[in-house]
């Protein structure tokens, strides 16, 4: 059964201005900096976005036109895993993602929900026997139904802390059986909307625990996934406790989860908590903790997380340069945690934005690479501290100098000398990188 019958596979076409159903920047197979386009980015496809998203909004009923959405129940859960898979077929994605409840509808109970998701777990993994495709990492939706009101592993309630802990439990024997590469952890509603009712030293501490209990469980069942936390500030509860990467890494290290998890980071989140992409991977890259990628865009007219596919040529490039930085995201990848716009309905459309968000990243590689290897602000930082690297500046550093010292040493100093920050002159070699590089890439 086609239900992409209007698309045939995605190759690299590389020449076109204008973008049709081919790549124009990402071409699997290229070489960039020692490793393979294919290797440096993972590309993973959301399948929440892509196979059961419907374009509701809260002002308007689903909009998207899905073929698969003629079925209902479980054969409309079999029907996405067939459209999926065609869909990665010809798009060439190595991996994608999934909750729990993305693939299978939920019964009356845990335990007939666990028996729905056995049958799409055994179909997915037949696909996955002749497919090329990956788990990049499975996870828990633990924020849609009702019962999640309060939260999960932070709710007040003992028996929804008791509910998370099983449905999580299920979900490590799944991405065992499916050999994901990760897991997930996003605290959809672990926050809280008021301290007036609020535990919140339980709240976490509780968190804490349930974590532990899903260490303890993955290394009983022998399930190697790289942990990961998903930091969001908001949405949609009001405070979130994973606020952004600075605070996830503080809980990870004050309840002594720091070995054994690493964050996913998502550019619409960092938006959200008013930082930029750059910045959250920077945060992660230097404490060691840089996991893996939702790669998407927000919108900085609107205060809400959108999910748009990414485009922004800046963002890309210097969410690549961390990347590179950091040597690579290891067993993370880029998932595609966006959605077409509620007026891009049609099958073809998922395929567009995919391709644009795959050029966007390639067209970013290529850029950071080239300014790492240009050493285009290595030189300039290292410029900029090298008063770190002699005298008083080394003393500093190498912990020689107290404030006595210090104090020695400025005391009767007239004048201090300092250096301009050339950001503009930056910005612009940083536009010229850009600009040259999308000219060879859509003409050459
Ligand atoms: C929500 C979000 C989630 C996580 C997985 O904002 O990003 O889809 O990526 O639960
Ligand atoms: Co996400």
């Known amino acids: 059964m086609a239900y992409f019958p209007n698309v045939s596979k995605i190759t690299y076409s590389g020449k076109q201005l204008k973008s ?24 993973s496809v959301a399948y929440w976005h892509t196979f059961t998203e419907a374009g509701t909004d809260p002002f ?56 729905n998701l056995d049958v799409i777990v055994a179909m997915i993994k037949d696909y996955m026997k002749t497919s090329k495709v990956k788990l990049l990492w499975n996870t828990a939706n633990m924020f849609t139904n009702p019962r999640f009101m309060h939260g ?55 968190m804490s625990r349930f974590f532990h209990m899903a260490v303890d469980y993955a290394k009983e069942i022998g399930f190697d996934a790289q942990f990961l936390i998903e930091p969001k500030p908001k949405e949609p509860t009001k405070h979130q406790y994973d606020f952004d990467a600075a605070t996830a890494i503080a809980f990870l290290k004050t309840y002594d989860l720091d070995k054994d998890f690493k964050l996913n980071l998502e550019a619409n989140h960092a938006t959200l908590a008013g930082h930029t992409f750059e910045h959250e991977i920077r945060v992660a890259r230097t404490h060691g903790m840089l996991g893996s ?69 390639a067209l970013g590689l290529k850029v950071a690479n080239r300014l790492i290897e240009d050493r285009v602000f290595d030189d300039f930082i290292e410029e ?18 107290d404030f006595k010292s210090l104090e020695n040493y400025i005391l009767d100093k ?5 250096q301009s920050g050339r950001l ?7 536009n010229h990188y850009i600009v040259q590089e999308a000219y060879q890439g859509a003409l050459a």
């Not at 049709?20 to 294919?38: C, I, Q, R, W």
């Not at 503009?424 to 940083?430: I, R």
């Open 20 to 43: 049709d159903l081919s790549f124009n920047h990402y071409n699997p197979k290229e070489v960039v900096a020692g490793k393979t386009m294919e290797e440096h980015l993972r590309f």
């Open 60 to 115: 308007g009923a689903g909009s998207k036109v899905r073929p698969w959405d003629r079925f209902s129940g479980m054969d409309l859960a079999k029907a996405r895993v067939e459209a999926a898979f065609e869909f990665f077929e010809k798009l060439g994605n190595p991996y994608f993602c999934f909750h729990d409840r993305d693939i299978a509808p939920e019964g009356d109970t845990l335990r007939e929900t666990n028996k």
């Open 152 to 206: 999960a592993a932070s709710s007040c309630n003992a028996d929804v802390f008791a509910y998370a802990a099983a449905q999580v439990k299920k979900a490590l024997e799944i991405g065992k059986e499916l050999g994901a590469e990760n897991y997930v952890f996003w605290g959809g509603r672990e926050g809280y909307e008021t301290l007036l009712n609020t535990d919140m030293k339980l709240e976490q501490e509780n």
């Open 293 to 361: 990628l939702d790669a998407n865009q927000g919108d900085p007219l609107l205060g809400w997380d959108t999910d748009e596919f990414p485009t922004d040529l800046y963002s890309t490039t210097l969410a690549m340069y961390e990347v590179l930085k950091n040597d690579g995201l290891g067993r993370g990848g880029l998932n595609f945690d966006a959605k077409t716009r509620r007026t891009s309905f049609t099958p073809e459309d998922l395929f567009y934005a995919h391709i644009a968000g795959m050029d966007s990243f």
């Open 384 to 401: 900029r501290y090298s008063s770190y690297k002699e005298g008083i500046g080394a003393d500093i550093v190498s912990g020689r100098a």
């Open 414 to 418: 007239k004048e201090i000398t300092n």
């Open 424 to 430: 503009e002159q930056l910005k612009n070699t940083l």
